[in-house]
């Protein structure tokens, strides 16, 4: 069935590192995937979409990758700062904004 | 531009109550849509509506109901709860759902069942 899978738990870097987040999903007809930020007792924040047309899209920095021929998603933040410690989901969205969400990774930033 | 706003907060409930939780999405969305977050299972979809209709549901009982106004504005009811149904339940909008479109998340309401 549909799943979208985060590889790792918890990542620890250290601040003004970059940091990587990989995400890989399983169905193959998915054309839009969102990263979102969760801290604490917040709700999820969308951090920056992509759709299955492109391979690349970059934000303030954040850069999103996909691969469409191996199913996988990632996530770059590029001098993380100790304010992107949060867990962070990747998701597929499919019809009718039905969101299908990994299980989350949390990024620990050290000072 | 305000954002997805939820109410209440934080909520303690008891066995067999029922909850209503109420959700305004950003102004011009007309989609949104409720999850249910807990540490066991994740994010889980609940049910979306737009234009006043359900037009996706997700794999929860009958218990677990919603509706939305003309104003966009949506609710989510709760009968019969249960020690399991305590979570962050979340709601979200998108100007008009499908896919593509950008998906905006509140903050949330904490239901606790005791």
């Known amino acids: 069935g549909e799943s979208v899978g985060l590889h790792l738990p918890t990542l620890s870097v250290q601040e003004g590192d970059n940091s990587i987040i990989n995400c890989a999903y399983s169905?193959?007809?998915?054309?839009?995937f969102i990263w979102y930020k969760q801290e604490s007792g917040k709700g999820p924040q969308f951090i920056i979409d992509?759709?299955?047309?492109?391979d690349k899209r970059q934000g303030q920095r954040v850069t999103v990758l996909l691969n469409k021929t191996v199913k996988h998603l990632s996530l770059q933040i590029a001098a993380t700062q100790p304010g992107d410690s949060a867990v962070y989901f990747c998701a597929e969205n499919g019809a009718n904004s039905k969101l299908t969400f990994g299980k989350g990774i949390t990024l620990s930033v050290r000072p | 531009k305000a954002g997805v706003t939820q109410t209440p907060r934080y909520l303690i409930k008891t066995r067999g109550q029922q909850v209503t939780l109420s959700c305004s999405p950003i102004s011009g969305h007309r989609s949104v849509s409720w999850y249910q977050q807990t540490p066991g299972q994740g994010l889980q979809f609940l049910f979306e509506y737009f234009s006043e209709t359900q037009r996706n549901k997700g794999n929860f009982p009958g218990r677990f109901s919603g509706r939305q106004f003309s104003n966009s504005r949506s609710e989510m009811n709760v009968s019969t709860l249960e020690l399991g149904d305590s979570a962050l339940y979340l709601c979200?909008?998108?100007?008009?759902?499908?896919?593509?479109?950008?998906?905006?998340f509140g903050e949330g309401s904490w239901l606790t069942v005791v």
């Open positions: 979200a909008s998108s100007l008009e759902g499908g896919t593509g479109n950008t998906i905006y």
């Open positions: 992509i759709r299955s047309n492109m």
């Open positions: 169905n193959s007809a998915s054309d839009y």
